[in-house]
């Protein structure tokens, strides 16, 4: 195998159950130990004189054969983590193309495997000095990188940049970054002000010098932990944050105190408004009942005229009524009975001269009449 440059490549452990995955990996199994067998003899062909002529008992024991087996077969075949791919270095050469996860196969003593992380990995970079543009020197704790390298990129990847390829695009480019932002800014820039950008500007320029280059790492994320200082500052960046504190705590207190004040006008302003509409609805509410008692004395009013003027009219009416009445009573005829009537029963008797002048007079009076 190792003369033909082939890589014996069993992807799965379900192709290693199967009848002619068993096949397959015996074959190859073979050839390996053919190879070694002829391997052995040319040694022993070696150690030998050259004068000496071989017969049929110089072949090598079933034994040796057996042993070499039973070495070479767990050294040809290894295993593949899940989100993983195998690469493999033949003689020192970078072998093209790549195994998937599960049981595969190897010349062993000529061929290393590599396993290559395909899935999200996260790397740690730790202690990481920098100076700012003051000349302060700090130290980044960690800064974590949330990264993964696609599938198809990982040969050509690693035959650029080897199996430690994230040294270079990761470890060294984080520490240049750091050192890039450090130089450019103060420690107050550092250490309070620009302090939140750095995750985000850390990760456009790792993925753009990724982007650029065709590694196919793709950057997720960047954390960065907040960085040390030298505890002299340190001690004075704590007092300046206890006064802040202290200063916002009493602007806070002032507006807390304003608020109240805010709200005691309110609730002043909230209770003259109610007095002032109660004051109003008692004022409406009086009018409303002077306005009733007035409606109610016109009806009233109304009703004794009404009333009034029915009875006048009544009493007018019975009036010409016993006035056409009378008309149609005191005729000529009835008045002379009645005068009669009333003669007859007088109860003074007139005498002298003048009787009959009187009652001719009235006799004429009743003519005119």
């Not at 000095?129 to 599938?151: Q, S």
């Not at 040294?167 to 800014?185: A, L, M, R």
């Not at 550092?190 to 985000?200: C, G, L, P, R």
């Not at 009445?325 to 003074?348: D, G, H, R």
Request: hydrophobic share 40%; aromatic share 8%.
């Amino acid at each position: 195998l190792a003369i033909k440059g082939v890589a014996v490549d069993v992807s799965t452990v379900t192709a290693l159950r199967s009848k002619e995955g068993l096949k397959h990996i015996w074959n190859q199994l073979f050839q390996a130990l053919k190879v070694a067998q002829a391997l052995i003899q040319v040694g022993k062909t070696r150690l030998e004189k050259p004068t000496q002529t071989r017969g049929k008992d110089d072949a090598i024991p079933p034994a040796i054969l057996i042993a070499v087996l039973s070495l070479m077969v767990p050294l040809s075949i290894h295993k593949i983590q899940e989100g993983h791919v195998g690469v493999y270095y033949r003689g020192g050469a970078l072998v093209s193309g790549y195994t998937e996860a599960g049981y595969n196969a190897m010349v062993p003593f000529v061929t290393n495997v590599y396993q290559m992380q395909i899935t999200i990995q996260t790397d740690e970079v730790i202690n990481i000095p920098c100076g700012t543009r003051g000349g302060v020197l700090v130290y980044f704790e960690k800064v974590e990188v949330v990264n993964r390298l696609a599938k198809d990129h990982v040969v050509d990847t690693v035959r650029s940049f080897g199996v430690h390829y994230d040294k270079i695009w990761i470890f060294d480019k984080i520490h240049h970054e750091i050192n890039q932002f450090c130089s450019q800014h103060s420690l107050q820039d550092v250490y309070i002000e620009k302090f939140d950008t750095v995750d985000d500007r850390i990760k456009e320029a790792l993925q753009k010098d990724c982007t650029e280059y065709d590694t196919g790492i793709e950057i997720i994320a960047v954390r960065v932990t907040k960085p040390k200082i030298p505890e002299v500052i340190r001690r004075n960046y704590e007092e300046m944050e206890a006064q802040k504190t202290q200063f916002m705590i009493a602007t806070e207190r002032q507006k807390v105190v304003e608020k109240e004040a805010q709200t005691e006008r309110a609730r002043a302003k909230i209770e003259a408004e109610k007095a002032a509409e109660v004051a109003y609805i008692r004022k409406q509410q009086d009018i409303m009942e002077q306005q009733a008692a007035q409606n109610i004395s016109s009806i009233k009013d109304q009703m004794h005229v009404a009333r009034e003027k029915a009875q006048a009219d009544a009493s007018a009416y019975r009036l010409k009524a016993e006035a056409d009445s009378n008309l149609a009573l005191l005729t000529p005829p009835y008045l002379e009975y009645v005068k009669a009537q009333a003669v007859a029963n007088a109860t003074k008797i007139y005498f002298g001269n003048s009787i009959p002048t009187m009652f001719g007079n009235m006799a004429f009076d009743d003519k005119k009449r």
